[in-house]
């Protein structure tokens, strides 16, 4: 019985955009931002003084705006506004924002003349309320941010608006693409506290949109952990935005973070198989490195097409563990993924059939001499690859140990296949301990490998998901 290293492949099947397709399909919940309601708390408002010059100003623009929300051409134009932004038709929207400023034109006038007026910060605090009143009467997020920004800037917001006030101005500003800006007030409103409303996911939005993932995905992390203190979970499509905006920008560290943190939390087969395919993706892995990424794959039921079969007998190889590539297919033409008539199915199938007999009737000599202690790390490897490959996982464990312990020996490939010996056998702890043993290019593979053993160790108790 011969065992190589590294098998040849043949009929190499060049990797689709399908299989990343519909990886990012399970993942990329899109964007967490809807349209921010100004909705807010109304404590006792302070007293001001205004300066004289302002008052001239700003009391015909107060009157001229508190009566364009009952005036008839404005209610029509905002009308038509709505139902344009709910067909979603760009031209359809321009028209209908050109007629609402055509509406409220003479108030726009006076609230500029008010603006042009301020001299104490009082005046810029009614000035920007102005300006949020004329921007929800005409449904225009610019003048609603400007007249938040002025009234943050003012300092006479009261404490209990201040968090509110700030996420609003940069979830408007996140949406109008000015990020930098929205970076500054979300951060604002989340150092003040305020998280409601997704602020903290927002903030991690406008990072992200900005083209500074790492950043982004440092607070959409932060922001995941805040619900589980209440017994709860964050929304599915967080860790899914996550996922997909860390494989988008190549940040391996991340994507694994993220993908664990998937299936961790929400361990459905579907989400299985897509933080292993963009693993899969990223990593550029070798066929021993895929194998046992393709071999958790099969054990969580994660197949999503017929690549995922493919590339699991191309790493397995029909020469090198027969028994385990004719399980494999077989488990292929079950699903339908694969077809008995097609070529390389065939193939491996023939040449994986005609070999397990001996393969089989060899294990046992070939067990004897990994035992050995002059045994090299080849032929302990090799053995134990072979037991672990036909469900002997408890001596597939004896053997990996050996091999730890010789010279020239991989330790990561060792170590998580040691891993997957004590998993196979129920030693889910064990398991763990021994994958987080793992560096190097396979620890992403070892990451998920250990969550799935840890699901298995102490099934939780489904949390609830928070609202969005």
Do not use: C
């Amino acid at each position: 019985m011969i065992r190589t290293s590294e098998p040849k492949r043949g009929n190499p099947v060049f990797r689709s955009a399908l299989g990343i397709a519909l990886a990012l399909g399970v993942v990329a919940g899109g964007t967490v931002v809807s349209t921010p309601a100004i909705a807010a708390k109304k404590p006792k408002p302070p007293k001001m003084e205004f300066s004289k010059g302002f008052v001239a100003v700003a009391g015909p623009a107060q009157a001229a705006i508190d009566a364009a929300k009952d005036r008839d051409d404005v209610k029509a134009a905002r009308s038509q506004l709505d139902a344009a932004l709910q067909s979603g038709n760009r031209q359809q929207i321009d028209a209908a924002q050109a007629a609402v400023s055509a509406a409220i034109a003479n108030e726009k006038g006076l609230l500029e003349q008010a603006f042009g007026a301020i001299e104490v910060e009082d005046d810029r605090f009614l000035a920007g309320n102005l300006a949020v009143n004329l921007g929800s009467i005409a449904g225009d997020p610019s003048l609603q941010r400007r007249g938040l920004k002025a009234m943050l800037a003012s300092g006479k917001t009261d404490a209990a608006n201040v968090g509110r006030f700030n996420a609003i101005a940069g979830q408007l500003a996140y949406q109008a693409g000015e990020y930098a800006e929205a970076h500054q007030y979300l951060q604002r409103a989340v150092d003040a506290g305020f998280t409601d409303n997704n602020s903290e996911v927002i903030l991690a939005e406008s990072y992200i949109g900005d083209n500074k993932a790492a950043q982004g995905l440092a607070v959409l992390k932060h922001a995941l952990t805040k619900p589980k203190a209440g017994g709860s979970l964050a929304p599915e499509s967080w860790y899914r935005r996550g996922l997909a905006s860390a494989f988008k920008a190549g940040l391996m560290g991340d994507t694994t973070d993220f993908a664990v943190m998937l299936v961790q939390d929400y361990p459905t087969s579907q989400n299985w198989g897509a933080a292993a395919t963009i693993i899969r993706e990223l990593g550029g892995f070798a066929s021993q490195e895929t194998l046992d990424l393709m071999r958790l794959m099969g054990r969580t039921k994660s197949f999503a097409e017929e690549r995922d079969y493919v590339e699991y007998i191309q790493a397995a190889d029909p020469r090198r563990l027969p028994g385990e590539v004719n399980d494999v297919i077989n488990a292929g033409l079950a699903s339908g993924m694969l077809k008995a008539n097609d070529t390389f199915v065939a193939d491996a199938k023939r040449q994986s059939s005609e070999r397990i007999a001996a393969d089989k009737a060899s294990l046992a000599s070939y067990e004897r001499d990994a035992r050995k202690a002059s045994a090299s790390e080849a032929t302990v490897t090799g053995a134990a690859d072979a037991l672990l490959s036909y469900g002997e996982p408890a001596k597939a464990e004896e053997l990996y140990t050996i091999a730890l312990g010789k010279p020239g020996v991989d330790t990561p490939r060792v170590l998580t296949r040691l891993g997957i010996a004590q998993f196979d056998q129920g030693k889910y702890a064990a398991a763990q301990q021994t994958l987080a043993k793992v560096s190097g290019k396979r620890t992403p593979i070892a990451k998920l490998w250990a969550a799935y053993a840890a699901s298995k160790a102490k099934p939780a108790a489904a949390p609830v998901a928070a609202a969005q």
